[in-house]
Each structure stands twice: as C-alpha cells, then as structure tokens.
C-alpha cells in the first residue's frame, strides 16, 4: 500500500499504446542529446493526444479538465535531432480522480527505453480547480485503450 | 535584383519536399493555437534534418556549418495540437555560402498553406564563424533533393 | 507608401521599452547559442507583457485579443545561455486594427542588437477571429507607453 | 538509508539560493498556466547558471560534465505568464559523482512553492559517457555556495 511502487519498465512490451514523435533541431541541448524537460513534453503529449483523439476529450470546452500534479522520469540513454521517438503509455493505476501513467520514450526501433517516467492526472472542475471524479465515460476509454478499469 | 522577392506560395504544389511533424501539447497557448515562435522550429527542424539525413551533413564534427542569418513568416491559418503539420521545402535561391528556402506549413491534408515564411542559412567556417563557400557536394546534393544549382 | 520600410536600428536608443529575460539551459542549441526560433519568443512575451501589465489587457477574457499576423528576424551575432537578454520595442505603426513593433535582442550591456525583428499583431474578435478595431483605450495606453497615436 | 526521502519543503527558507526567471508568452499552455514540463527547464536553468556563473563549470569545453539522471516534481498550485518565478535551488546529497538538488518554483514574493523538485546530476566524462569523480574545485564550490560537502 504505502510501499514505494517498483520503477516503469524499460521494455517496450510493456506499454500499451505508442506514439511517435519526430524530434526537432532546437530539442537538443549543446550537449547535442535532447533536453531533459523536453522528454515530459512527450509524457503529456501523447496522453493528451490520445484523451483528446481517443476519449473525445476537448480541453476548451469540457467542464472537466486534466491537471498534472506529479511528474518523474529516469534517463537511462541519450536520444538525438533527428531521430524519431517511440513514446509508450500504460496506465498503472486508475483511481477515482486520477490517472497514474507510466511512459517510456523509446529511439526509433529499440528494444529498451531511453527514459521511463511516472505521469499523474488529476481530473478537477474547470472553474473550482477542484478533483472531481472521473466520468464512466471516460472510464469506458480506459478500458478500451489501457486495458484498466 | 533589388526587387522584393514574391511572397512564399501557399500552394501544396510549390515544395519540393516534405517532413511531418506531430505537434506537442505545449506547442499550443492559451489561445489554443500553435505558437506563432514555432514555426520556425518547423523550418529549422525540415531543413537541418534533410541537411543530416540526405547531405551526410554532421553538426556535432564538420569544419563548416549552417548558421541561420534571417527569417519571416506570415500566419494565414491556425493550426493546433494535436493535429500534425506537414512542413514543405524549397529553395528559392542557392548562392555562393547561403541559401534561401522557402517554406509552407500545412495542417495534414490542407490545400493551402497554414503559414509560409523565409530562412536563410550561411555556410561558416566553425571557428571563424565566418563565411565559407558551400562545397561541391553539398551543392550535389541541393541539385539532388531540392532541384537546384 | 510601398516602399519597402528601412530594417529596424540596432541601436539600444531607437527601442522605447525594454524588459530583460533570463535565458534558459534549454535555449541553447547544440552549436552553443540561443536558438533562432527563440528570438521570436522574446518578442511575443515583451510585446505580451507590456500588453498585460500596462494596457490592462486580458488575453483570457478580454472580447478582442491580438493575433500574430507577420514577423521576421535578421540575426547579427550570437547570444548564449547562460546570459540575459534586454528586449527593447518599439512601435513603428498603429493601423485601424493592427500594430508593428520593431524589436531589438540585446546581450546584456551591448551597444548594438545581436537581433533585430518586426511582429505585426491585429486585433481580432475572438470569437469570429475578424479585424476589429484597436479601442480607444488601447491607443491611449499605445500613446502613453510607446509614443506613437 | 534505503527510506524513501521526504519531499521537497514548500518553504522559502528551505532553499540556499535564489535566482529569477521572467516567464514567456508560450509558457503557458492552453489552461493559462506554465506547462509542467517547463519546471525542469528551471531546474536545469537554475542549476547550471549557478555551475557556470559560481563554479567556473564551462559546458563547452571541460573534459567532464554533468548529465541528468533523474527528476521528478509535485505541482502544488499554477503560475502563469507574465509573472516572474522565483527558483530556490538546495543540495540535498552530495555523492562521489552525483549531486542531488531540491528545487522550489515560487510565484514573485509568495511564501509557499507552487511546485517542487528532485534533480540528479552525475559527472560523466566528456568522451565515454562514463561517471567521473567531482573533482576538489566543485567540491569546493558546493561548499561555499550551497553549504554541503
């Protein structure tokens, strides 16, 4: 329960559903690999991208939103401009209000990740910014698309 | 000579090549719209890929790189995460150190152009930073992919 | 009248206005200086804020916003992290529904701007996204803060 | 020792060194708040700022540097353009290799973080990628500036 949960895996079958994102010159940082805070950019983009496209979720106008309240990644290898990432998403947990995914950002055609991160979504009301709980509807989606309920 | 160049078209047609890129959820602001600075990171990201991946160009290791000296756009459309923009090349002119793209960003499948705008690359020597002619291949390669000399 | 305007000065005296931003590690490209694209983010957000802070606009509520029309940037020396930089604005024109600024990127204390740009804003109804008239009361602040009417 | 560590403080205290960041117009996502990825590039803004300006630390050309292994971050409450953010950076754990920094992102003048942070640098050697010792210099630097050893 209070145990610290085991970190995301490194394999790519681990992971649900994937995304690919072609990376850009200015990602990379002068060390010539991309920039750390740029591989949470994948995190809530294809999280986003799949709310949005697959749950029919719209952010300017539900009442319901998603905010981010918990974030962490561990950076195993470097990636580069221009290669393309594979970016992988499970959902470890669905609570109430919640969503606790686990991500692993992968170079095009590898077997382990580069990074493997946590990503926690908190569903609030748009005005109060308070949690509300997730609809059945969106539940259904996760079902469909993650696998969890 | 003198004269001000004709704007970029908005036709699909005009480019010689094309990369897509899937937008990021922080690509859009609080207007719910791409960001009008990153644009240009699709023009810096179309051009220098192509410069890697078909001119065996290496930022990280050749003497001479491609330093950006002038750019513009001009908005025509919104686009918006999580859609994916398809970012068309062209060089309008390739002189003795520089050259001049054009550039036309397309929401997937558009007829016409989201955005077009200008970039122009000089060849410099690494540590002079200075001016140096583009060598024979690469401009075998301009011939090549992008239909100039 | 169609005649092609003079570039914007590099001098630190033609801007009206300055606001200094610190840049971040992730500004830099892998060539060790602030990326191209990053230039035009300066202009926005000096451009933005001073909209925010001094005209009182609201870009969440307020009927009518600013949308990016055209920029364009020539770029005379490099700036790199972990420097500041100075922008400074000025407003070359206020039209019936729009606003060119000239910009100008300083490094901290220099004399002449690494970067110097134009960004065209027009007032559009937000839900119609038409022209509309910049309002009295914005001109007067144009008038107040930047000398022009 | 194998304890989960306690989190970041909230308090303004709690953080050895201060350095402000003025946010940019693109900042903010499309809710009106700082996109969460964008914290990290605080972080490392924040951290190396202070390894270049205090430490003598050059990126570009000494022999070892520091590459992020790990980061994470809990948001407490939004900040937004054009606020200024206030980053208070403390060392929690000074290794052989390894540095881990805790990071505070504070709204201007507020009393309680609107987000903190974990950070973990390890010295790596330019060339292999492999760790390094941090060598007496640092050592030395994160002494005097951040009080550990």
């Known amino acids: ?18 995304l690919s994102f ?5 990602d990379n ?20 991208t799949t709310l949005i496209d697959e749950f029919g979720f719209d952010p ?17 290898a470097g990636v580069a401009f221009p290669g393309i990432v594979e970016v992988g998403v499970r959902v470890a947990r669905l609570g109430s209000s919640s969503a606790s995914y686990e991500i692993g950002v992968f170079s095009q055609g590898a077997e382990l990740a580069a990074a493997t991160g946590r990503f926690v979504h908190v569903m609030v009301d748009r005005e109060t910014e308070r949690p509300v709980p997730i609809p059945g509807e969106h539940r259904a989606h996760f079902e469909r698309v993650y696998g969890v309920s």
């Open 1 to 18: 329960m209070s145990e610290r949960p085991s970190p995301p895996s490194r394999e790519r079958s681990a992971y649900a559903r994937y």
């Open 22 to 26: 072609r990376t850009r010159w200015m």
């Open 29 to 48: 940082d002068q060390f010539g690999h991309l920039n750390n805070a740029l591989y949470y950019s994948f995190f809530d983009s294809a999280v986003n």
């Open 60 to 76: 300017n106008s539900d009442a319901s939103v998603y905010y981010v309240v918990e974030t962490g990644c561990s950076f195993h």
